[in-house]
Nanobody, 126 residues
């Protein structure tokens, strides 16, 4: 059974940093495109960052570019989201998402991803 388990969320002051982790349960993790999305209260879930399984190419939403870094450790079946210079607008539930193995994701829309974690809350106090 495919499972994604996020961790690392919490309360942080504006300007601070956090690192989110997402552990995947399947052995073909290294062949899956991975992403982070977030959802603030009253808003739709939005794309944050993604990393491809071929070549480790990364993609970022404009709102986080230069502040967030996505990475993956295939040996640990884990994807990370390093967040820096956090501000109140970053407050949201952050979700890890994965595409089916060997699927090439082209649009980074929600519908491209097949598996989702339960989410982890990030709260930035100003």
């Amino acid at each position: 059974q495919v499972q994604l388990v996020e961790s690392g969320g919490g309360l942080v002051q504006a300007g601070g940093s956090l690192r989110l982790s997402c552990a995947a349960s399947w052995r073909t993790f290294s062949s899956s495109d991975m992403a982070w999305f977030r959802q603030a209260p009253g808003k739709e879930r939005e794309f944050v960052a993604a990393i491809s399984w071929r070549g480790g190419k990364t993609y970022y939403a404009d709102s986080v570019k230069g502040r967030f870094t996505i990475s993956r450790d295939n040996a640990k079946n884990t994807v990370y989201l390093q967040m820096a210079s956090l501000n109140a607008e970053d407050t949201a539930v952050y979700y890890c998402a994965a595409a089916r193995p060997y699927k090439v994701v082209t649009t980074r829309l929600l519908k491209e991803y097949d598996y989702w974690g339960q989410g982890t809350q990030v709260t930035v106090s100003s």
